[in-house]
C-alpha cells in the first residue's frame, strides 16, 4: 500500500495468503444453460457459499486479523445491514475476541439471528432516521473498541479482493468482470485484483435503479449522495460511495449497469430453478445485469461474482410471488 | 451382473467408466452447522447439482448407452413422475436418439418444461386413474421404441449406483449411508456400492410416511402395494417397489426410516438458508432423516445424497409456506 489510502495488487495477495486458512475457496460454476442463455462463457464464483454467507467475511477477517493484541482484548464494533455484521461476528469469534454489531431494526430476521448465533451483542437503529455512523462511533469511544468499517478500510477492501483472484487463478484470462456495488468495498477489491492480473479486462459494477449512488458520482466525478434507496437489495441499499472506495472506483471501473428490483427477482429465480444455488438479491444483480442482456460489446469470457446468499425462504418466498 | 437380474459392484464401476465423461461429478457438501446439529461428520453428495437436476441421469445415460444402432434409430420412451423423464430426454438427446416421456397431468410444471426442453415428446395421463406401465408399453409396441425403466433394470440401477462411488472415492470410511427410496433404484444401486466397498457400512433407506411401500415390503418379507402415496414429495410417491429392485434392498438395506411433509419441508429450508443448495422434496428426505435425529445409534460418519433440486421457485414459495 502506497500512502495506506489505496490497495494495491501486492494487498490483494498479502490478503489472500492471510486469510486462505480460514476462508472457504468457493467453487467457480459454470452452466450450459447459462453459456447457451447469455451467449458467451460465464464463469460464476459462488461467494454465497462463502462462511458466513457472503463475500463480507474475507474483509473483515483480514481487518480484524490485523489488529493489535490491545485492540482485541477491548473488542471490535460494526454497522452494517447484513453481511458485514455476520462477517465480522464470526472473524471476532474465530480470532478470540468479542464484536457489537449496529443493526437497522428492519434488517432480515436470518440475518440478526445468524450474527448473534455467531456470539455477536445486536445493537439496533431505525434505517431511515437513524445515524449508525455516529452510533458506532460512539460505541467504539465509549468502550474503547475498534470499529471494523463495511467497505472504507484499506485492509477491507484488500480482503475483498481476494475473491476476484480465486476467480481468475481458477479462470485465466477473462474479457469482463461483473460486480456488485453497494459501498464499492468489493467492487474496488476485485477491480485492484482483476486489473492487476489482467490489464485487458472490463471490470463492471453493477447497481439497483433505486441506489444508483456510484453511478452518479462516476458521471459528476465526485462522490454524490442519494436519498437512502428503497430496493429489494438490501446489501446494496448504500446512499454514497465510501471516501476511500471511490477513488478506486473511479480509476478502475469501466461502467456502471443499474437492474431494477423486478431483474434482480428474475435472476434469484434463474440461479435457484437452474443453478440450484440460493442468492440474496444484492448477491444476484450481477447476474441480473448479465441476464438482462445489456452488457454491450458482450465479452467472450465473463466473471460474475454472485456476491451473497443470506435470504429466509421465506423472504425468499416473498420476493418470489412479487 | 451374475444371471442377469442382479447387480454387483463390478456393475456400477462398469457404470461409472461409461458415464464418466458425460455426467457431472458433483461435489460434496459439508457444514460445521450440520456436523453441530447432528453431532456426527455429514457428508453430502450433491445429486440436485447433476446435469439435468438429479441422479437419474446417470441410470438413464447408462441404460440408452448400451442400446444397439438399430433401438437408437428408432428411439426410446420412459414414463416418470419428473426427474427420469428429464433424465431420458437429455441421455437420448445425447445420444442422438429421440425419446417420448409419458408423465402424469400434474407434473410439476418445471419438470414437464424441462423435459420438452431437451426435446423430447410428452404424452399425459392421470397419476390416480391411468396406468403408465401400460400406456408406455403401448407405445413402445406402436412404435419399436425401447422402454428405459426408471428403476427396474439392471444398467439403470448399476448407473444410480455411481453416486455412491463418487462419495466414498472421496470421503474413504462411512459408518452410514442415508438414501432416499422411491422405486428403489438409487437405494439398490447405492447399497450395492456402498457395501461392495465398505462392508461394515449400513445404508438406511428413507421413505415418505405417506409412501412406506418398501418398509412395509421389507417387514412382509413380500412386495406390498400401498394405495398410491399423496405427499410432496412427488419423486417418492411410487406405490410398490421394483421387481429386480426389492430383492436388493431386502438383501443389502439396514432399515428404513419414515419422515413426514413437514420433516422434508424443514429440511428443504434447512438446505435453502444453511447450505445455499435447492432441494427438491424427495431430494430432501435423506437429510431430514437426519435433522429429525431418529438415526440411532449415531454414526459417527455419514453419508446423505441430496438426490434431486428440480423444484420451481413457485412451487418452493408454497412448499416453505406450508
Do not use: W
Request: with cysteine; aromatic share 4%.
Amino acid at each position: 500500500m502506497t500512502d495506506g489510502r489505496t490497495v494495491t495488487l501486492q494487498d490483494v495477495q498479502d490478503a489472500a495468503a492471510r486469510i486462505g486458512p480460514v476462508v472457504h475457496r468457493t467453487p467457480v460454476l459454470c452452466s450450459r444453460t447459462l453459456d447457451e442463455l447469455v451467449g458467451a462463457e460465464v464463469f460464476v464464483k459462488c461467494e454465497n457459499l462463502q462462511r458466513a454467507g457472503a463475500f463480507k467475511f474475507r474483509g473483515a477477517y483480514n481487518a480484524v486479523s490485523r489488529l493489535s493484541a490491545g485492540q482485541l482484548a477491548k473488542g471490535v464494533v460494526a454497522y452494517s445491514s447484513g453481511n458485514h455484521a455476520q462477517a465480522v461476528a464470526l472473524a471476532a469469534r474465530e480470532l478470540g475476541t468479542t464484536a457489537v454489531i449496529v443493526m437497522p431494526e428492519d434488517a432480515p430476521r436470518s440475518k440478526v439471528e445468524a450474527t448473534m448465533g455467531y456470539g455477536a451483542r445486536v445493537v439496533t437503529y431505525d434505517r431511515y432516521t437513524g445515524d449508525r455512523i455516529a452510533l458506532g462511533e460512539a460505541l467504539a469511544a465509549e468502550h474503547g473498541l475498534t470499529l471494523v468499517p463495511p467497505y472504507d478500510h484499506p485492509h477491507v477492501i484488500a480482503g475483498q479482493g481476494t475473491a476476484t483472484l480465486e476467480l481468475i487463478e481458477e479462470t485465466g484470462d477473462l474479457d469482463a468482470l461483473l460486480v456488485p456495488v453497494g459501498g464499492g468495498g468489493l467492487a474496488a477489491g476485485s477491480a485492484v485484483a482483476a486489473t492487476g492480473l489482467l490489464p485487458g479486462i472490463r471490470v463492471i459494477g453493477v447497481e439497483p435503479e433505486a441506489g444508483d449512488d456510484t453511478k452518479r458520482s462516476l458521471e459528476a466525478g465526485r462522490r454524490i449522495t442519494v436519498p437512502v434507496p428503497r430496493t429489494i437489495a438490501d446489501g446494496q441499499a448504500v446512499a454514497a460511495p465510501g471516501e476511500l472506495t471511490f477513488p478506486i472506483n473511479q480509476r478502475l471501473l469501466d461502467d456502471i449497469t443499474l437492474v431494477d428490483d423486478e431483474q434482480i427477482r428474475d435472476a434469484m429465480r434463474f440461479a435457484f430453478e437452474r443453478l440450484k444455488t440460493v442468492v440474496e438479491p444484492s448477491g444476484a444483480s450481477g447476474l441480473a445485469a448479465l441476464l438482462t442482456g445489456r452488457i454491450d460489446p458482450l465479452p467472450r469470457r465473463i466473471g460474475v461474482i454472485l456476491s451473497g446468499g443470506n435470504v429466509g425462504a421465506e423472504r425468499f418466498a416473498e420476493i418470489v410471488q412479487g
